[in-house]
């Protein structure tokens, strides 16, 4: 999956920020309005793909092209504690990783994690069903590839994670140091992912993103769900490994 310049824009060294745009007011998520999902391709010329493309994200995971891939594919997490920073980017609250927060290496590529994010409710639906919260855990290789791996969360009890967050986001500010945070806190909660190629779910809507997400049968910062068009889609049982 080779680099795109919209890509390198969006992965700039000095803030990896995955699907952000600096200026959050450039574009929302009003269905109807000028500035909505339906109308970012048509914003900036660079954002053409969010109209145009042929792999966009999100979709709905329970097409009929999903195929189940038992053992082939490999996870290994190799997370660690670092400093961080909780940023409100107008759009979503993001946590940045500011030192090396360790990687995750699936079938041979390693991953560095950047950031983690929110939507609400989620953005990927299962079987036409939006679930209340998605976690994005966003990961790029040394040669510029990006993967993200989803969580998808149900209604039930606290997540201490989520929970360890919520009492140190202070209420006006936009950035908040938090200090160091473990990504291994981060509860994935799955034993099967549903994986397939698409794009950032925010302008540019730059493809080739490999998209992993954790399996589980208001105000809202989540786009439509995009056409799969002839993209396969796979329920991958893993393989999987975590550092300790």
Not at 38 to 43: D, H, L, S, V
Not at 119 to 148: N, Q, W, Y
Not at 227 to 234: D, E, H, T, Y
Request: proline share 6%; aromatic share 8%.
């Amino acid at each position: 999956m080779a680099l795109t310049s919209n890509l390198m824009r969006a992965l700039d060294e000095k803030d990896f920020d995955y699907d952000s745009n600096e200026d959050e007011t450039e574009f929302n998520y009003d269905p109807n309005g000028e500035k909505g999902p339906a109308q970012w391709g048509r914003i900036h010329p660079e954002w053409g793909a969010c109209s145009n493309g042929s792999m966009q994200s999100p979709i709905d995971l329970m097409s009929d092209s999903v195929d189940v891939v038992s053992h082939t594919w490999r996870i290994q997490r190799s997370y660690k504690p670092a400093n961080a920073t909780l940023s409100n980017r107008g759009h979503d609250m993001m946590l940045k990783w500011e030192g090396g927060a360790g990687s995750i290496e699936i079938n041979g590529t390693e991953y560095l994690l950047k950031q983690c994010h929110w939507h609400s409710p989620s953005e990927h639906t299962i079987h036409g069903k939006r679930l209340p919260l998605e976690t994005h855990m966003v990961h790029a290789s040394l040669d510029g590839e990006v993967a993200v791996v989803g969580i998808m969360y149900m209604i039930g009890g606290p997540d201490s994670f989520l929970t360890s967050l919520q009492s140190v986001a202070g209420a006006n500010e936009q950035d908040t140091v938090v200090g160091v945070v473990d990504p291994r806190n981060i509860k994935i909660g799955s034993m099967y992912y549903y994986s397939y190629i698409g794009s950032l779910t925010t302008p540019p809507c730059t493809e080739n993103v490999l998209w992993a997400i954790a399996g589980k049968e208001s105000d809202t910062n989540a786009r439509p769900t995009q056409p799969i068009n002839s993209r396969a889609v796979k329920i991958l049982i893993p393989q999987v490994k975590d550092d300790v």
